[in-house]
């Protein structure tokens, strides 16, 4: 039976883009599944007293170069060209990951994801605009109509708070978080650690 990688994910993260697109050779290579868990970053950072890496190593001599050189390694490493940061950065995910959710939903999740990571990290658009975000879906070939009309639903918006709660339970505090059965693994340099894990 193949093993299932849970995935705790935001559009808002770079970091979490990053994961997505270097995920795919670990998938490959050990034959398991991907579960992508909607949650907000922003919720969690809020639940576990946690703060985005350019405002929490701010203070420390050093500390965001040397993050900012391991950001420039792990392009190179994976081939991530078509990366750009976002000019609005950060962007309110909130309407991206309830639409993920309906989404999910609707059976078109992947096309959704691929959207959004495209949208918010090569084209640099700001996604927390329903206009701008409705263009984004629609030019995509995703029904705009309903993935907007799908994130105004109240039990996908409690869907996606129960979510996040459920992930900073289990001991998530940013994101991208994984698990492996009972196994968790934070950030995209645990790509090597969760492989393993997957591969026993």
């Known amino acids: 039976m193949a093993k299932t990688l849970e995935f705790i994910f935001d559009f808002g993260s770079p970091n979490a883009y990053l ?3 270097a995920l795919p050779p670990v998938l490959e290579r050990t034959g398991a599944a991907v579960k992508v868990m ?4 922003g919720g969690i950072f809020k639940a576990t007293n946690n703060q985005g890496p350019t405002v929490a190593y701010a ?6 170069e040397y993050e900012r050189l391991e950001f420039a390694r792990f392009l190179r490493r994976h081939a991530l060209a078509r990366f750009r940061l976002n000019p609005h950065f950060p ?4 309407l991206l990951m309830r639409s993920l959710i309906a989404a999910q939903k609707l059976g078109v999740a992947d096309r959704f994801i691929e959207m959004g ?3 918010m990290w090569e084209q640099g658009l700001k ?4 206009a ?15 993935l907007i009309a799908g994130a105004a639903d109240p039990a996908i918006k409690a869907e996606l708070a129960a979510n996040t709660e459920a992930a900073v339970q289990r001991g998530a505090f940013g994101v ?5 059965g009972g196994e968790m693994f934070f950030g995209k340099e645990r790509l090597g650690q969760v492989e393993e894990e997957l591969a026993k």
């Not at 203070?59 to 965001?64: D, T």
């Not at 962007?91 to 909130?94: A, I, K, M, Q």
């Not at 996604?127 to 329903?130: A, E, K, T």
Request: net charge negative.
């Open 38 to 41: 909607p949650c907000l970053l």
């Open 59 to 64: 203070p420390i001599k050093g500390k965001m």
């Open 132 to 146: 701008v975000a409705a263009k984004a879906y629609a030019d995509a070939a995703l029904d705009a109509d309903a």
């Open 176 to 180: 991208p978080t994984f698990y492996v």
């Open 19 to 21: 994961a997505w697109r």
């Open 91 to 94: 962007v309110n995910s909130l």
């Open 117 to 119: 990571l495209a949208a």
């Open 127 to 130: 996604m927390d605009d329903p």
